[in-house]
């Protein structure tokens, strides 16, 4: 796992970047990325965790990659579909690239016919994708999510049932975010539970943090980094608050 852990200076001289992507556009096109495997998988009814898995892929391979070499959908749609059979979730092929073609061209009803150039593009796309995927990842296909470090977390600390809810919620939303390349995940599962007690007002006693066993510190800056990212996209944010049709963890 450890040769997935960066330093935030690293983010400035990425395959993209050298390519001569701006940093900035780099993090909103990952973003994007992001949004575009959560809108497929939602459309799929995917756990989250299959999302978790496959987003943390996304942001793996553009560590290796430049986004001028490989569009975003592409490999999106490839991380996804790679996800599906780690996770033991999967679809079949013909479904998800459906779904990941009513998405790019925002046609809810779309349906490309097996022998249409568009599907056999997205076919291509996905099967000779997967290696590239692969390689990139160094066949590392073990993610361990801060989804599950916040259930552990529930059951070491005395916190609120409607804590874990909400922090589970702006688990989601780190998802469109790199932090899995910056922290460990008890760290991003800290720093969304900081969010949530503080979003309602609670407050977890000093000693729980000791319990279990994060840095304070970098919990306050995955918090940050996760704000920051909701003040800028309200419309996504009121989405995912509404209700997305994102599946629980393994449903």
């Not at 993209?16 to 575009?36: L, N």
């Not at 998800?96 to 997205?122: G, M, P, R, V, Y």
């Not at 609120?160 to 922090?167: D, G, L, N, V």
């Not at 900081?194 to 729980?208: G, M, N, V, W």
Request: with cysteine; net charge negative.
């Amino acid at each position: 796992m450890h040769q997935w852990l960066f330093d935030k200076e690293d983010f400035s001289d990425t395959p993209s970047v050298r390519d001569g992507i701006a940093t900035s556009q780099e993090q909103h096109d990952r973003a994007k990325g992001c949004s575009f495997i959560i809108a497929v998988g939602s459309k799929l009814s995917l756990p989250q965790v299959v999302l978790a898995t496959a987003t943390t892929f996304f942001h793996r391979f553009y560590m290796r990659h430049s986004m001028k070499e490989y569009h975003i959908y592409d490999i999106g749609a490839t991380c996804l579909f790679l996800s599906t059979k780690v996770e033991e979730n999967t679809r079949k092929l013909r479904d998800i690239i459906n779904a990941c073609a009513q998405k790019a061209q925002k046609n809810e009803k779309l349906q490309l016919t097996e022998d249409s150039k568009d599907f056999q593009k997205w076919r291509n796309t996905i099967i000779f994708g997967e290696g590239v995927l692969l390689e990139a990842i160094c066949f590392d296909m073990t993610v361990q999510h801060p989804h599950t470090c916040l259930i552990e977390f529930s059951s070491v600390i005395d916190v609120s049932k409607q804590t874990i809810r909400k922090a589970w919620a702006f688990l989601t939303h780190s998802l469109f975010l790199p932090l899995c390349l910056l922290y460990r995940p008890e760290c991003i599962a800290a720093g969304a539970l900081l969010l949530a007690d503080q979003y309602l007002s609670e407050e977890l006693p000093s000693q729980a943090w000791a319990q279990i066993g994060v840095d304070l510190e970098e919990a306050h800056d995955v918090a940050a980094a996760i704000i920051d990212y909701l003040i800028v996209n309200q419309p996504r944010r009121q989405q995912i608050s509404n209700g997305s049709k994102v599946c629980y963890w393994n449903c």
